[in-house]
């Protein structure tokens, strides 16, 4: 079931690639500033320019701590220190008729390193912002030292360069993002489609051995019988085994012993409490799948998945403008599933304002705190499912029994 998470995952993956190349490039770019200094100090003993050396020793450290904690106040406040700092190195070094330009190589180096910090970390649009900001600043702050030092005001195509890269990355990551957004639906279907095919395949499965087992048998022993009336014990089989057939009890029938028990576990279980609670208030549920299944889950699950199960079907009464609804219980051998489906007017989970705490927490975080996860697709418009997936192992005495059967 990942295809549901593959737009998100995969946007997240390429943020975070990218946020790596920039981390790394700005420090490439730092370090060649400082190089850059060095080979113009030993070129001009008899200039001063070390003193430039203190602002990227700076620039060194607010970068460092940028990286260690990316979020918008240390982006602001080494945004303010690379600004000073490029103010005080374009100073330092413009006294050198080599570097007395706003594009010397030194300054586009430091340059460089701001607008490539800056311009990762956060998604694509704010990244925008925030690399533009510093292209801007660290260009004017220096202008601004170099005119005070009578230097040359030059056009700085490597930082342009830098600049333009960014923007041209942002605005691919932002058209793919809206691409995977338009087919998310489909993928979403798809995902769908294959889990409740999935079930169905394993429905079919067993229907087919039932019906195996039950009318094969019957009619053969109807045509073995004697002419005349059946006999009663004869009619009588036959008559309960088309009651299990017309019923629902057959999904879940692995031997007689676990049938009566996980019937009442069925009707003790939270979510049975759920969908009852659901229709007294109009709502109408259709339940199908193996509801057995519930019984093999523990005190803290069947709590967990009978209050999260009624939240989406609250959900459903209050957001999704229909009064129907279906719950599918879907069982394996490690985990069991549950299922709610309806087709009301859905949602994008990405819009759900901040103070919408139902699917957050009474829903996902609930299902997570026992260990189990929470997969939602919904498009506007095409109604919304619910999958909740938790642990519940078939325990060895069951498995021996429905062996045995």
Sequence with gaps: ???????????????????????????????????????????????????????????????????????????????????AATYWFATVIAVLPAVDASNAIPLSFLKMTIILAS??????????????????????????????????????PATVLVEAGLILVFASVSLTELRALRARPQ??????????????????????????????????????????????????????????????????DPSPELDSRAKSEWRQSGLLAAIQEAREKSLIVEVTGDLAAVGRLS??????????????????LVHAN??????????????????VIDAGRGFSEALIGADRLGLRQSVRRRIESVGGDVQIWSTPGRG???????PAPIAVEDRAAAVND
């Excluded at 704010?126 to 005001?153: E, K, M, P, Y």
């Excluded at 229909?322 to 299922?339: C, G, L, T, Y």
């Excluded at 919304?384 to 938790?390: A, D, E, L, P, Y």
Aim: aromatic share 6%; net charge negative.
């Design 322 to 339: 229909v009064q129907n609804a279906e719950v599918v219980v879907i069982s394996s051998e490690n985990d069991v599933s549950v299922m």
């Design 384 to 390: 919304t499912s619910v999958m909740m997936r938790v």
């Design 119 to 156: 311009g990762s970390g956060f998604a694509p649009r704010s990244n925008v912002l925030w690399c533009t900001t510093a292209f801007v600043a660290v260009g004017a702050a220096s202008i601004v030292a170099v005119r005070h030092a009578d230097g040359t005001i030059a056009a700085d």
């Design 1 to 83: 079931m990942s295809v549901g998470l593959s737009h998100r995952l995969g946007l997240e993956m390429v943020n975070s690639a990218f946020s790596r190349f920039a981390d790394v490039a700005s420090y490439v770019c730092l370090a060649g500033a400082a190089l850059e200094l060095l080979a113009y100090q030993l070129g001009h003993l008899d200039t001063a320019l070390w003193p430039a050396g203190f602002p990227l020793v700076v620039t060194l450290l607010a970068l460092i701590l940028l990286n260690r904690r990316h979020n918008n106040y240390h982006a602001v406040a080494f945004l303010v220190i690379g600004v």
């Design 187 to 252: 993928l979403d279907r798809a995902a769908i489609d294959e889990e409740v095919s999935a079930m169905r395949f394993r429905i079919e499965e067993k229907a087919a051995a039932i019906m195996h087992d039950t009318v094969l048998s019957h009619l053969a022993a109807v045509a073995n019988a004697e002419p005349g009336e059946l006999r009663i014990e004869l009619r009588s089989a036959i008559e309960r085994d088309l009651e299990v057939l017309v019923g629902e009890e057959w999904l879940s």
């Design 299 to 316: 005190p803290a699950r069947d709590v967990a998945v009978g209050l999260a199960v009624t939240q989406c079907l609250v959900n459903v």
